[in-house]
């Protein structure tokens, strides 16, 4: 077929984060669809390129009428080594209300029960981390239980070789 082609799309992992939010401030329905803000109050990611601490930072999410949930995150990022990094993503989170639901205790939901995707980009001015702010990143998102017992998130972040 004219305008394809065949091939395959090579990932290498960059870290895995696992991040708890404060409970969304709802501001309602507004004209682009019912917005929510939550803050990250704490968080950790560890993996072959970078491991560190979540420092802060804010997901304004917007829920479509459709259901669909656009995430749009931005973290401050502190490694082991000490570098700074600013991270940011969007994507899209689909699920039914019933699966929805079950998102607070997510021993209890399978991966294919819902799709959480993101678009990942880096932003540092540490020599060492450099690569990244020319990197194509990609996430999976998943509810996870947080060493305290609270219900929080991981993002699984792979780069496009």
Not at 43 to 50: L, N
Not at 122 to 133: H, Q
Not at 143 to 151: K, L, S
Request: with cysteine; glycine share 10%; aromatic share 10%.
């Amino acid at each position: 077929m004219a305008g394809t082609s065949n091939f395959t799309v090579d990932v290498e992992p960059v870290a895995s984060f696992l991040m708890e939010p404060t409970p969304l401030l709802q501001f309602g329905k507004t004209p682009r669809g019912k917005r929510g803000i939550g803050f990250v109050k704490a968080g950790t990611f560890e993996g072959p390129m970078m491991s560190g601490e979540v420092l802060g930072g804010a997901d304004h999410l917007l829920v479509l009428s459709d259901g669909a949930a656009i995430p749009d995150v931005r973290l401050a990022l502190k490694t082991r080594d000490g570098a700074l990094i600013q991270m940011e993503y969007k994507g899209v989170l689909r699920a039914s209300r019933d699966v929805m639901a079950k998102f607070a205790t997510p021993e209890k939901l399978s991966p294919d029960e819902f799709y959480f995707r993101v678009h990942v980009t880096f932003e540092t001015a540490d020599e060492r981390y450099a690569a990244l702010n020319q990197a194509v990143c990609i996430g999976y998102g998943f509810p996870a239980r947080m060493p305290n017992g609270n219900t929080g998130v991981r993002y699984d972040v792979y780069k496009l070789k």
